[in-house]
């Protein structure tokens, strides 16, 4: 290794970093991994992934209890109350147990953990906390940042205007909460603190919420979060907002321009997207430029334009998801090893873990429908007998199949349990599976993966329980 000080250096320890060490690790390289944060596991295990879905947990249970939705099953309780503070240490206890495991794994696989931020001072170089190393491959894998809404300053200290990081540890639940933004955090954030007793408005941009899903998902989706008691205010922007004692107020106007109007806050939380970590890594010393979304470039297998830096996750183009980084790790570790290490772009799977849950993966019916002649398949889940037997019958299933080969383009989900069924479409779609392959596989009974069956039965014209 002559000179180097690592075969591999990566800089960030999230899903994408993290795990690309671990795999580099494990195929024999001298591998490093820089983290600027206190502990390991990047935005997801920290700030991100778990601690939203721990909440979105323990905040389901509450409103099973507190909304009376158990009543109908026979059971009462007192009344019901909720401790924030004890639901909050709780969900810490997750992170730190997770995030603590990866420095076991680091350890494990003999991954060097340098602790501090790293910038490059040449191609192949990197300074982490005043000290100088020298890597033949760098993988950048730095994240994203929450995206700032100008004129909406965010003090997560202060706990009135947050982020989602704020939104973790809200201290008490507020009054009226305020999302800007009707994407995946403010939907998910949104339900954890209207399940717990706030009254939630989200305030969305566009026509629709859920940009990049399924066009009859994003309309069954605000028809059910109506039907829990959000509120949802399409087409508005916000165009300010002001801070007095302990309430905000937020002014706002019809996206396409017209009269403003004033709405008071407890909490606004600022959902309008994330935006790539590249700022004080010193790109240009290492000869890398950005696009014009501020993202680094990669090829097919992870290679920016300088040889010997790869990029990877929510840094490069494509979803800011935490099993996309996890993938692309692994296959860039793979590639820097002299291995192939590949990803199939066109079978990511996206969940939002709200209740019910909302997934997809693969074409939207707009998207295929654009490309090539398509069939299309639907299921409700009113239909599927074990929702039926949970009282949980909200949602429906939908194949979107090629009409002239009937292979899968895309599958679009909204149940108690999308999240979990969505793998089945997934491999399904790997392989090439036909809507015809989905409908003649046996699929236990009674499971809510019967309404996916149903869903490609539905594309050959022959469903069985509608
Ligand atoms: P990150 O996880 O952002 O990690 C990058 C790391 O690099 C960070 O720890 C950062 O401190 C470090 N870093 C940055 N610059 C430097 C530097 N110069 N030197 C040293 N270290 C540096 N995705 C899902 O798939 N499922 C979910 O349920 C989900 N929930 C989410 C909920 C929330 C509230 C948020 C905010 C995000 C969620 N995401 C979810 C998205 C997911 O967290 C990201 O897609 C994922 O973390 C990206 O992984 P990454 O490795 O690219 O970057
Ligand atoms: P997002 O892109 O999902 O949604 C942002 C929303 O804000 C969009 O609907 C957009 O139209 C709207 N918006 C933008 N500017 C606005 C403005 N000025 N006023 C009102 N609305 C405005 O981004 P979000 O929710 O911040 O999430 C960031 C990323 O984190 C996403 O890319 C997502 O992939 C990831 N994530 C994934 C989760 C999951 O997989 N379950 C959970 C949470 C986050």
Known sequence: MADYDYDLLVIGAGPGGYVAAIRAAQLGLKTACVES??????????????????????????EEVAGGHLAKFGMSFGKPSVDVPAMIAEKQKAVDELTGGIAFLFKKNKVDWLKGRAAFTSADTVDVAGKSYRAKNIIIATGSSVTPLPGVDVDNAKGIVVDSTGALTLPKVPGHMVVIGGGVIGLELGSVWRRLGAKVTVVEYLDQILPGMDGDIRKEAAKIFKKQGMEIRTGTKVTGCTVKGAKATLTME????????????????????????TEGL????????????????????FRTSVPGIWAIGDVIPGPMLAHKAEDEGIACAENVAGLTGIINHDVIPSVVYTFPEIAGVGLTEEQAAAKTTIKV???????????????????????????????????????????????EACVAMEFGATSEDIAYTCHAHPTHAEALKEAAMGVQGKPIHI
């Open 37 to 62: 944060r206190e502990t390991l596991g990047g935005t997801c295990l920290n700030v991100g992934c778990i601690p939203s879905k721990a909440l979105l947990h323990a905040s389901e249970l509450y």
């Open 254 to 277: 019809p996206a396409a321009g017209g009269a403003s109007e004033t709405i008071d806050a407890d909490v606004v939380l600022v959902a309008i997207g994330r935006r790539p970590n």
């Open 377 to 423: 398949g639907k299921f409700p889940m009113m239909a599927n007998s074990r929702a039926k037997t949970n009282r949980q019958t909200d949602g429906l299933v939908k194949v979107i199949a090629d009409a002239e080969t009937d292979r899968v383009l895309g599958v679009w989900i909204i149940a108690s349990v999308a999240g979990t069924m969505i793998a």
């Open 282 to 301: 010193a790109l240009d010393k290492a000869g890398l430029t950005v696009n014009a979304r501020g993202q680094i470039e990669t090829d097919h297998d």
